[in-house]
């Protein structure tokens, strides 16, 4: 136990040590940038809107608790880890960013870096020892998902069968330091460094998908790793993690594309997507999915008819709504002058 604690104490002070590194600042800025796309995303309607340069640090604070624990687990797992070959590994992983947020995955690019070995006899260390980085850091990323993926998520409607429908965005992003001990005689900590992501949407509950999620990833991931330890021809496992994810990715399209949605107009009032905290609608009890029906004996069709509402001086709040949980309610609110703050579906474009 006391060599656990050890390997815990060092991982601890070089990851803190890495955070003010020239190489650390250069991905904290590529997340930042990511973060940036994404808040300027056309079909966001969230009434929180995030900041990129907050959620960046998050990420940081999160991806530094996976470091510790892939630290930990890159040991017990006899996992070996050249620095060069993982150098590459990060270098393919930011050049596919750039061509799709997604591809920012280190099963993408360990598993091209093994097929350009295998195929090519590109110069790196064993393919078993990289894949089984890629399995090992995807069963971190399962971890972080459950932990943290509900940060990433921000109300968006998307287009279905002809009409706007409700829904959710999740993407996150984990710079995640992690330690390694090398040399023969005096071992010294050396800190590498992963980039982890993870993209989704949903048409329902964002927890329950998170959740959903997370497992799917960790059974994907053990897959790999048992497929790595069964000593198959070097080919299996970039291949099986390539196709694999791109299987999740794209089932998981086709799930959300053919459910029906639970955000969807109704007949009458305007569905409630989501709920700002500091919003009259949160002192009055309204949740996500709720649909408010008028204000003030004021029938609401669309978003526009409470932005004319948000334009008046009102002293007195008086709103009628459907509570998924509750029924039908009619709640007054008459405290401080501030806003409805909610984010509801839209029927035509904002």
Not at 227 to 250: C, D, M, R, T, Y
Request: proline residues 4%.
């Amino acid at each position: 136990m006391d060599g656990l604690y050890l390997i815990i104490y060092f991982a601890i002070m070089d990851i803190i040590r890495t955070l003010t590194s020239p190489f650390f600042i250069i991905i904290f800025l590529i997340i930042l940038y990511q973060y940036y796309k994404l808040s300027k995303s056309e079909n966001c309607i969230s009434i929180n809107k995030f900041s990129p340069f907050l959620s960046a640090l998050n990420s940081a604070f999160y991806g530094a608790i996976g470091g510790v624990i892939s630290t930990v687990a890159f040991i017990y797992l006899e996992v070996v880890v050249i620095p060069r070959d993982f150098m590459y590994i990060i270098i393919i992983a930011i050049i596919l960013s750039f061509i799709n947020t997604r591809f920012m995955c280190i099963a993408y690019g360990g598993s091209i870096l093994s097929l350009l070995s295998i195929l090519f006899g590109l110069p790196v260390g064993d393919t078993r020892d990289i894949m089984l980085i890629v399995s090992t850091l995807h069963i971190v990323e399962s971890f972080l998902i459950l932990l943290n993926g509900y940060k990433g998520k921000f109300a968006a409607f998307f287009e279905q069968r002809g009409q706007y429908v409700g829904g959710y965005n999740i993407n996150r992003f984990w710079p995640l330091p992690f330690v390694i001990f090398v040399g023969d005689g005096l071992i010294r900590p050396v800190t590498l460094m992963a980039i982890l992501s993870y993209g989704d949407f949903t048409l329902t509950f964002p927890r329950r998908k998170i959740i959903a999620t997370s497992l799917i990833l960790l059974l994907y991931s053990s897959i790999l790793m048992i497929l790595i330890k069964l000593n198959l021809p070097s080919i299996f496992s970039p291949i099986f993690a390539l196709v694999g994810h791109e299987v999740i990715i794209h089932l998981n399209r086709l799930r959300e594309e053919s459910r029906l949605p639970i955000f969807t107009n109704p007949n009458k009032g305007v569905r409630v997507i989501d709920v700002s905290k500091n919003g009259i609608a949160n002192d009055v009890g309204i949740t996500i999915g709720d649909i408010v029906l008028s204000v003030n004996e004021a029938s609401i069709y669309s978003y526009k008819d409470l932005e004319e509402l948000e334009r008046l001086s009102i002293e007195t709040w008086r709103i009628n709504y459907f509570s998924r949980k509750k029924g039908l309610r009619t709640e007054i609110y008459s405290g401080n002058k501030k806003s409805l703050g909610i984010s509801v579906v839209p029927r035509e474009l904002y």
